[in-house]
């Protein structure tokens, strides 16, 4: 799936995105809207993790959908 059906599809999203991150809260899914770089600084902040990092990780849970 690419960016542009993840965020077309973002309601639908949203619940999977908090299955993987559970950290992450519902304000924080809203904020980033289905933005590939907001989603990554979101994860990034709440999981105290690099830029490299986070991007990594939504770049694994992009492929898994």
Known sequence: MNWDQ???Q???MKGKAQEQWGELTNDDLDVAAGKR???A??????YGKTKEEAEEEVD???RSL
């Open 6 to 8: 993840i965020e077309g």
């Open 10 to 12: 973002w309601q639908q």
């Open 37 to 39: 770089d907001q989603l």
């Open 41 to 46: 600084g979101k994860v990034q902040e709440r």
């Open 60 to 62: 694994r849970w992009q």
